[in-house]
């Protein structure tokens, strides 16, 4: 009886937020990844992070890899890719960090 009970209270609940419209932010950024996907190795990680700016982290495994996105991603999109510099994965002991600002 428990069970049917809660299962009825979930119908009187309303959406406070309608989740199913239009994402810009999430949308952009799955647009940038999908721009990025084919120019990093296949186990790299790409993420991005925001403190007033946005950034660009791509995790990768070999230093090779790094150097050749760290030359590539300047030039890349008309130059949104600034500030690119190089550093130690947090997350990933074994990866290689690259970062960069994205200006749009």
């Given at each position: 009886m428990a069970a049917e009970e809660s299962r009825g209270t979930d119908q009187n609940v309303e959406r406070l937020f309608d989740l199913n419209g239009p994402t810009?932010?999430?949308?952009?950024?799955?647009k940038l990844t999908d721009m990025l996907?084919?120019?990093?190795?296949?186990d790299s990680v790409i993420r991005f992070e925001f403190d007033g700016k946005l950034h660009l982290q791509?995790?990768?495994r070999r230093f090779e890899e790094i150097a050749a996105l760290e030359a590539l991603l300047p030039a890349m999109w008309g130059g949104i890719f600034t500030d690119?510099?190089?550093?130690?994965?947090?997350?990933h002991s074994f990866f290689h960090r690259l970062t960069a600002v994205v200006r749009r």
């Open positions: 810009p932010a999430s949308d952009e950024l799955g996907r084919p120019h990093c190795p296949k791509i995790d990768v690119v510099q190089r550093s130690i994965s947090e997350k």
